[in-house]
């Protein structure tokens, strides 16, 4: 080998090693920078077929798993999920309020049916009568009301939130495309692309957040993000990709067939149903099925509860116009929709209490019954016992059964259904339905607690193995010091050796 190859060399040497050390350098006054991930300088080694010609320095290169970052990303989306639903289902559980408390909707039911037991004692009091009228049964009905607004108004969230979440999503896709044609433009000028790269997953891991994606990087640096259900996401540089329009609901009002709310559109396809994961995925099924099928089944309970006094002759609980719903119709496009919204005491018994001991109608059938007339028997039980046995009971007269609570055909739209079998008595349906849809919350918050779990633990793993350790650069930049010194000392020894030769030559 030439002095003079030697020194060439040796220079590429230094030339790697002065970039490796401006990149360990980059690496450590970046290491708190958001999504910044470690980079590394490789050094290619260039010979030809007679001997080594030194070392040639290759661009700066993301040290990043991809396979864990798409993991990172999917954990990412299930977390933000769990948040939204843990947030709105903890709401549910306030609007039901502390059972330690007797505030629940079954425990007024129950004290309801209790007020009815301290008024058989004395059936004329007037007092007691009005305990039942203005205190028992109008907690009741604004127990009902006070859910139902909770569950509309949560409902409503959950279609305004997706509408914010839609407009996000774009920014962040037109976001995606600009960056995508920044690593086009450099990958073809043979430019390093690690901070764009960089960049690019930090706005992937934001649109997780709303949406389940997986990117796939294809390998002339283009970027192709598919939807977890089953849809290719476009990244353009300008415009919007999805679209939702606003939108007033009410307990009847749904999405698709004949439905009024309106889709979410890609590029003017409905794709609502194929938004899965991350926060717009998870208001979809808010809006859609969780909460209307708590709002059905606070109607359904607060139909039959109406329907059991009328059946035996009080009309104790009607709408505003003084109708109860039929319960045997078919809960979807029926007045049941709603109802424990508007159900309140009916005005003719909150105006004379005294038809709670006389009752307000005549009912025929197997099991009759007479309204106590004006001037009738002060101790007139009859209705009471009535409304203790069979209201409250298990059936609506003696040997007849009541015809059940509705589980199935729920929603506005009849597609969804309860989680639980159809139970005998109001108060028990009452206390199911409460301890389901509290459970439910409970659940969410378990939910969310597993899934911060995995995603902590991924972060964790990934700032390992992919983020800047201060303590490690500083560890390699000793042995970048040793090696700018050893090919200084290369370079130093081959001018000794030209000094040498000239001097032989005088």
């Known amino acids: 080998m030439s002095i003079d190859a030697a020194l060439l060399i040796a220079r590429s040497g230094l030339l790697h090693t002065q970039r490796a050390l401006s990149n360990a350098a980059d690496n450590v006054a970046n290491a708190g920078t958001e999504g910044y991930t470690r980079k590394r300088i490789t050094g290619e080694a260039v010979s030809t077929a007679v001997q080594g010609n030194g070392v040639r320095s290759l661009g700066p290169m993301r040290d990043v798993d991809t396979a864990l970052t798409n993991e990172m990303h999917k954990r990412r989306s299930a977390r933000a999920a769990a948040e939204l639903r843990e947030e709105i289902l903890s709401r549910i559980d306030q609007a039901h309020g502390d059972p330690a408390t007797g505030e629940g909707l079954a425990d007024q039911v129950s004290k309801l049916r209790a007020s009815f037991v301290e008024l058989r004692l004395d059936p004329a009091q007037v007092v007691k009568q009005q305990a039942v009228v203005l205190k028992a049964a109008q907690l009741v009905t604004e127990r009902f009301n006070d859910l139902s607004r909770a569950v509309g108004q949560l409902r409503q969230?959950?279609?305004?939130?997706?509408?914010?979440?839609?407009?996000?999503?774009?920014?962040?896709?037109?976001?995606?495309?600009?960056?995508?044609?920044?690593?086009?433009?450099?990958?073809?000028?043979?430019?390093?692309?690690?901070?764009?790269?960089?960049?690019?997953?930090?706005?992937?891991?934001?649109?997780?957040?709303?949406?389940?994606?997986?990117?796939?990087?294809?390998?002339?640096?283009?970027?192709?993000?598919?939807?977890?259900?089953?849809?290719?996401?476009?990244?353009?540089?300008?415009?919007?990709?999805?679209?939702?329009?606003?939108?007033?609901?009410?307990?009847?009002?749904?999405?698709?067939?004949?439905?009024?709310?309106?889709?979410?559109?890609?590029?003017?396809?409905?794709?609502?149903?194929?938004?899965?994961?991350?926060?717009?995925?998870?208001?979809?099924?808010?809006?859609?099925?969780?909460?209307?099928?708590?709002?059905?089944?606070?109607?359904?309970?607060?139909?039959?509860?109406?329907?059991?006094?009328?059946?035996?002759?009080?009309?104790l609980f009607s709408n505003s116009t003084g109708s109860v719903p039929?319960?045997?119709?078919?809960?979807?496009?029926?007045?049941?929709?709603?109802?424990?919204?508007?159900?309140?005491?009916?005005?003719?018994?909150?105006?004379?209490?005294?038809?709670?001991?006389?009752?307000?109608?005549?009912?025929?059938?197997?099991?009759?019954?007479?309204?106590?007339?004006?001037?009738?028997?002060?101790?007139?039980?009859?209705?009471?016992?009535?409304?203790?046995?069979?209201?409250?009971?298990?059936?609506?007269?003696?040997?007849?059964?009541?015809?059940?609570?509705?589980?199935?055909g729920l929603g506005p739209d009849g597609t969804l259904s309860s989680p639980f079998g159809s139970p005998r008595t109001i108060e028990d349906y009452v206390g199911i339905v409460t301890a389901i849809q509290t459970a439910d919350g409970a659940a969410a918050k378990a939910t969310l607690e597993t899934a911060k779990q995995f995603s902590d633990g991924l972060e964790a793993r990934f700032a390992k193995e992919s983020k800047v350790d201060v303590d490690s650069e500083l560890a390699s930049l000793i042995q970048l010091q040793n090696a700018y010194a050893a090919n200084a000392r290369v370079m130093s020894t081959a001018q000794s050796m030209w000094s040498s030769l000239f001097d032989s030559v005088r």
């Not at 415009?239 to 009410?250: E, H, K, P, T």
Request: net charge negative; hydrophobic share 40%.
């Open 157 to 315: 969230e959950a279609h305004d939130g997706l509408v914010d979440k839609i407009a996000q999503v774009n920014a962040t896709l037109r976001e995606i495309g600009v960056l995508t044609r920044g690593v086009l433009e450099r990958s073809g000028a043979g430019a390093p692309t690690a901070d764009i790269e960089d960049k690019l997953d930090l706005a992937v891991g934001r649109l997780s957040e709303l949406l389940e994606v997986k990117p796939i990087r294809q390998a002339n640096g283009a970027f192709l993000l598919l939807g977890a259900g089953g849809i290719t996401i476009p990244t353009p540089e300008s415009g919007d990709v999805f679209s939702l329009q606003n939108s007033l609901l009410a307990p009847e009002t749904y999405y698709g067939g004949f439905g009024t709310i309106p889709p979410v559109l890609m590029n003017g396809l409905d794709v609502t149903r194929q938004l899965v994961g991350g926060k717009i995925g998870e208001s979809i099924t808010l809006r859609d099925q969780t909460l209307p099928r708590y709002q059905a089944e606070l109607d359904i309970a607060a139909v039959e509860l109406a329907d059991r006094f009328r059946a035996e002759g009080l009309r």
């Open 326 to 408: 039929d319960p045997n119709l078919p809960y979807a496009g029926s007045a049941q929709v709603g109802f424990a919204g508007n159900i309140q005491v009916n005005a003719a018994v909150r105006s004379d209490v005294r038809l709670l001991r006389d009752g307000t109608e005549t009912i025929a059938g197997t099991a009759p019954f007479t309204p106590n007339p004006v001037g009738g028997p002060a101790g007139f039980v009859t209705l009471i016992d009535r409304i203790l046995s069979f209201s409250f009971g298990e059936t609506a007269s003696s040997g007849v059964s009541w015809g059940g609570f509705a589980t199935t």
